[in-house]
């Protein structure tokens, strides 16, 4: 019997291939159809900013997720119950989020909380 685990399921795979670099081409093509995005050329993004703070990670992961629902900081405050002033000051990295806040901000702006860990 399978243990009870408190992980969400992902609903992503990753796929590696070993063979021919001279068929690379042609499985990428074969995979596209079936929702399969080549990721060989993309760069993990923490690596991106070596010069941030894990807080400013999380800061930019919501100053850019309330961006993507195309909300202000007060419009999320008034969702959330956080006052707007604490928002501001965990984008900019200088108050931690939180799992509290992180929940109350994922439903919000539809997106898992773990992203603001």
Known sequence: MQAHTKKH???TIEIKFIGPIVNMARAIEALK???FVDTSDTVPWR???PECTE???TGRALAGARSR???TQVQLSKLTGVPQRHISEMEHGKRTIGKKNAKLFAKALNTDY???L
Do not use: K, S, T
Request: zero cysteines; proline letters at 11%; aromatic letters at 16%.
């Open 9 to 11: 399921p992902i609903n």
């Open 33 to 35: 159809p079936m929702g």
């Open 47 to 49: 690596e991106a900013y």
């Open 55 to 57: 807080e400013q990670f």
């Open 69 to 71: 629902e195309g909300l």
């Open 114 to 116: 773990r992203v603001f």
